[in-house]
């Protein structure tokens, strides 16, 4: 399975987690993605720094090839699902703990 489809995989399971399995409903809020946008700005300068430096280095063979900021369009798809998948398990772990 080439990166591509991992993070394309990632991206739907925290999605289908949010609004499907747990309904925390993240996604339908103004406060994720403006959360999100404060770490996106984070991410592209980390991954350029890491990629143009060639700390990190993909496969040509593993990625489609679009890069922002140096970066594979994977690796802003799989930060998104990270994002979502803790902080879906964030509020989901603390509803838990109150019961």
Same mark, same amino acid.
Do not use: C
């Given at each position: 399975?080439?990166?591509?489809?991992?993070?394309?995989?990632?991206?739907a399971?925290?999605?289908?987690?949010?609004?499907?399995?747990?309904?925390?409903? $993240?996604?339908?809020?103004? *406060?994720?993605?403006? &959360?999100?946008?404060? =770490?996106? !700005?984070?991410?592209?300068?980390?991954?350029?720094? $890491?990629?143009?430096?060639? *700390?990190?280095?993909? &496969?040509?063979?593993? =990625?489609? !090839?679009?890069r922002?900021?140096?970066?594979?369009?994977?690796?802003?798809?799989?930060?998104?699902?990270?994002?979502?998948?803790?902080?879906?398990?964030?509020?989901?772990?603390?509803?838990?703990?109150?019961?």
């Amino acid at each position: 399975m080439s990166y591509t489809q991992l993070a394309l995989v990632a991206v739907a399971i925290a999605v289908i987690f949010d609004l499907y399995l747990f309904k925390t409903e $993240l996604l339908k809020g103004k *406060i994720f993605w403006t &959360s999100y946008s404060i =770490i996106l !700005g984070f991410q592209l300068v980390t991954n350029w720094w $890491l990629t143009s430096r060639n *700390i990190v280095m993909y &496969s040509p063979d593993a =990625i489609i !090839g679009l890069r922002i900021a140096s970066a594979p369009i994977e690796d802003l798809l799989f930060g998104f699902a990270l994002v979502l998948g803790v902080l879906v398990n964030w509020i989901r772990l603390d509803a838990s703990h109150k019961r």
